[in-house]
């Protein structure tokens, strides 16, 4: 048996890392990581059991709106100056869930991903691609982003669950 690993590189062009979490309990507020990387190591072409990896650069986050992309780069979020990159990385991938290792400010937890592989296919450039879709929930406070404050009607300014979304594209070195 074959047991040589294929490496798969994120293909950040048509890859993205989003998250949604509520804003006053009312309104949903969507925000994104535009510097990432990662890679697959997988030794079958339904990629289980594959190794995932990646990390995003904190100082990348967007919601359009710079006041509040600074205050989520500060200590009181992210403190992207002493803790510059989220990670991930996989421990176990069954085909429809992933379980790995998320790290946020320098905390580590295990989260459950449901995994949807799109399929694989070839570009007009030749280049095999492979498509994913990953998505979970998260308490940001377990990862040590406490901060939050009350409304004059005493709704919490932010959620403390945080949805993960991430839809990402591979490609086979």
Same mark, same amino acid.
């Given at each position: 048996?074959?047991?040589?690993?294929? =490496?798969?590189?994120?293909?950040?062009?048509?890859?993205?890392?989003?998250?949604k979490?509520?804003?006053?309990?009312i309104?949903?507020?969507?925000?994104?990581?535009?510097?990432?990387?990662?890679?697959?190591?997988?030794?079958?072409?339904?990629?289980?059991?594959?190794?995932?990896?990646?990390? #995003?650069?904190?100082?990348?986050?967007?919601?359009?709106?710079?006041?509040?992309?600074?205050?989520?780069?500060?200590?009181?979020?992210?403190? #992207?100056?002493?803790?510059?990159?989220?990670?991930?990385?996989?421990?176990?991938?069954?085909?429809?869930?992933?379980?790995?290792?998320?790290t &946020?400010?320098?905390?580590?937890?295990? =989260?459950?991903?449901?995994?949807?592989?799109?399929?694989t296919?070839?570009?007009?450039?030749?280049?095999?691609k492979?498509?994913?879709?990953?998505?979970?929930? &998260?308490?940001?406070?377990?990862?040590?982003?406490?901060?939050? #404050?009350?409304?004059?009607?005493?709704?919490?300014?932010?959620?403390d669950? =945080?949805?993960?979304?991430?839809?990402?594209?591979?490609?086979?070195?």
């Amino acid at each position: 048996m074959d047991n040589a690993k294929t =490496v798969w590189n994120i293909d950040a062009t048509h890859s993205e890392i989003n998250f949604k979490v509520k804003h006053m309990m009312i309104s949903t507020v969507t925000g994104s990581f535009e510097k990432f990387d990662g890679k697959v190591e997988a030794s079958n072409d339904d990629f289980k059991k594959g190794n995932f990896s990646f990390s #995003a650069e904190i100082d990348s986050v967007n919601t359009n709106n710079k006041d509040r992309d600074n205050h989520l780069k500060s200590d009181e979020f992210f403190g #992207a100056e002493k803790n510059p990159k989220l990670t991930f990385k996989s421990k176990s991938f069954d085909g429809n869930k992933m379980i790995g290792d998320l790290t &946020i400010k320098g905390v580590t937890k295990e =989260v459950e991903l449901e995994t949807e592989y799109n399929g694989t296919a070839v570009d007009p450039y030749g280049q095999t691609k492979a498509g994913f879709e990953f998505e979970g929930h &998260i308490n940001r406070k377990d990862f040590g982003l406490t901060w939050n #404050a009350m409304t004059e009607a005493g709704s919490v300014v932010v959620s403390d669950k =945080v949805k993960l979304i991430a839809s990402l594209q591979f490609v086979k070195q």
